[in-house]
């Protein structure tokens, strides 16, 4: 469990190195690209986040149907938008390293987790349903609540992290243009 946190550490500093990179990084510009990952990603974890139930039921509808991670599909999403904002080759390599080694033992871990609360289900679950990349087709509808997403999920520390540094950008673009 303890490497687990550490994992979490690790990640939120790196996310942290992001932000401060878009802070001060002089040739950081809005690149429609990138800014359409950012909103996907963003997107993605919001409906993921209003879609689940934690720690009560075994997500499978909704983007669950799709993926079995929508919420860190969402987050490489927003990270590699952003990383790409801010120098978009290296970015974009850095995201697609930098990522898996962080979040691939938590996502296999979480499997472990998922099996061992929902023996009967988890299996079929898995054998149906892609860890990571989203599949195309197998949609099954499911509940949304933008409630539950943003409050009892906490969903909008991403919303407003994006935004603000969304902002600082716009800011930044102004200031140099003048």
Known sequence: MQEFQKLNWIRKFLGLLLALAIVFEKRCRF???FLGLIVSGLGIRIWAAGSINKNADL????PYSLTRNPLYFGSFLLGTGFAGLVLPLPGL???????????????????RDLERFFPDSFEEYRQRVPLFFPRICGYIRGEFSLKKALCSNREY?????????LLIIR???RDQSA
Do not use: C, D, T
Request: proline share 8%; glycine share 2%; net charge positive.
């Open 93 to 111: 390599i850095a995201s697609s390293i930098v990522f898996p080694l962080i979040y691939w033992p938590k996502m296999l871990q979480e499997e």
């Open 31 to 33: 690149r429609p690209a």
């Open 59 to 62: 997500a499978v509808k909704g």
């Open 171 to 173: 800011w930044k673009r």
């Open 157 to 165: 520390n991403s919303a407003l992290a994006a935004l603000l540094l």
